[in-house]
């Protein structure tokens, strides 16, 4: 172990050392992406909060895992107002697969991120996905490839990399492979702790011109009211939209909810939007 590996809670360092064991796919993929910043857009110019739902099944810090057909979950997730869809493929830590990803991606219009631990090149090929998260912390370390090479080969199988940073040091990593999409993860992966506040201190150093996400802890229309002024171009919610029902929570943190309040209309369905 690292001395950074050190650091990590010991549910962490166990996804790690499950990713680094993990095989690459075989193939390699080639993806024609739907684009995430065009969708950002159609939501906001639509009245939503653009929100990338996340298909969540369990995750270390849930108790219970959830076991209902993660496509049907999607489509209620897109039927609610969400911009992206955020799909686990941790199978060990998450009851995630790339099945499901594949699945989803099938079903619905909306751009898909491949949630997991990317740790090696070869592995960007288990499936094709529109984006694709790379974790900075995990990344430029002994048994994992660089961000920098991870980050072109993402982008020449024609995904869109999404960088997640949760400090300062992490923010100017990917600022230097030009990350376009970035998200600060208000989770600390060491302690698994969740503080709101890491995206407030972080997101004034990014750049205008990147697609800035706050993810993890957002729980509540004040947390998405919070971050929105944070300056989130769109946030990422796994828990408080699995926990119950999956639409009236994505309705609610979208705004969708509210504009049907206005409207007095229960008919405001969406149905996603052409983001190639
Ligand atoms: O969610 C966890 O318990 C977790 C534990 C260890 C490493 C990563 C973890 N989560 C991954 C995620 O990035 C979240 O699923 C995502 O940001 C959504 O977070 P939340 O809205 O708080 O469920």
Redesign the pocket.
């Known amino acids: 172990m690292n001395a950074n590996e050190d650091k990590l809670a010991p549910?962490?360092r166990s996804?790690l050392a499950a990713a680094r064991e993990r095989s690459g796919g075989g193939a390699t993929v080639d993806v024609d992406a739907r684009s995430f910043p065009v969708a950002v857009r159609a939501a906001e110019a639509d009245g939503r909060v653009p929100v990338v739902a996340?298909v969540?099944p369990t995750?270390?810090?849930?108790e219970g895992e959830r076991t209902d057909d993660p496509v049907a979950l999607a489509e209620e997730m897109v039927a609610g107002g969400a911009t992206a869809l955020s799909v686990?493929t941790e199978p060990e830590h998450f009851g995630g697969s790339t099945e499901n990803l594949r699945r989803i991606r099938e079903a619905v219009d909306v751009p898909v991120l491949r949630?997991d631990f990317v740790v090696r090149e070869a592995q960007l090929d288990a499936v094709a996905s529109d984006l694709v998260l790379l974790i900075a912390r995990f990344l430029d370390e002994p048994g994992t490839d660089s961000l920098a090479a991870l980050y072109e080969t993402a982008e020449a199988r024609g995904s869109q990399p999404l960088v997640e940073v949760h400090t300062r040091e992490e923010l100017e990593r990917a600022l230097d492979v030009g990350a376009e999409i970035v998200g600060v993860?208000n989770?600390d992966?060491g302690e698994?702790e969740?503080d709101l506040g890491t995206f407030e201190r972080l997101a004034p150093d990014v750049p205008d011109d990147v697609t800035l996400l706050a993810?993890?802890?957002?729980t509540s229309v004040d947390d998405v009211r919070r971050m929105r002024r944070a300056g989130a171009d769109a946030l990422?919610?796994?828990?408080?939209i699995m926990d119950g029902d999956v639409r009236a929570n994505t309705e609610r943190l979208t705004g969708v909810e509210a504009e049907k309040g206005r409207r007095g209309d229960a008919t405001v369905t969406h149905t996603g939007s052409d983001t190639r």
Do not use: D, F, M, Q
């Not at 993810?215 to 957002?218: I, K, L, R």
């Not at 990422?236 to 408080?240: C, D, M, S, V, Y």
């Open positions: 549910e962490v996804i996340e969540k995750s270390p810090t849930t686990l949630k993860n989770r992966l698994l969740v993810e993890s802890g957002v990422l919610i796994g828990t408080a």
